[in-house]
Nanobody
């Protein structure tokens, strides 16, 4: 059974940092494009960042220069380092794994709240 399990969310003050982790029980993990998405109340889910099998990355404009996505293929884990957090970053963050047009898996989400 495929599982993507996020951790690392929580409450942080503006300007603070958090690191999210996603442990994935995916066969052929290294071939997956792994991504982080977020959904704020009343808004659509949006891509935050993704990292392809070759290591190239893509970021939403709103997080460029503040967030960094990385992956550890040996341990089948993807990370999202979030710095200089803003209240607008408050959302549920979801881990996603995609391969070809067939395989598309989601985690259950982890809450990130940025507030003083």
């Amino acid at each position: 059974q495929v599982q993507l399990v996020e951790s690392g969310g929580g409450l942080v003050q503006p300007g603070g940092s958090l690191r999210l982790s996603c442990a994935a029980s995916l066969s052929m993990f290294s071939f997956y494009t792994m991504g982080w998405y977020r959904q704020a109340p009343g808004k659509q889910r949006e891509l935050v960042a993704n990292i392809r099998s070759g290591g190239s990355t893509n970021y939403a404009d709103s997080v460029k220069g503040r967030f960094t996505i990385s992956r550890d293929n040996t341990n089948k884990t993807v990370y999202l380092q979030m710095n200089s957090l803003e209240p607008e970053d408050t959302a549920v963050y979801f881990c996603n794994g995609k391969r070809l047009s067939t395989f598309d898996y989601w985690g259950q989400g982890t809450q990130v709240t940025v507030s003083s």
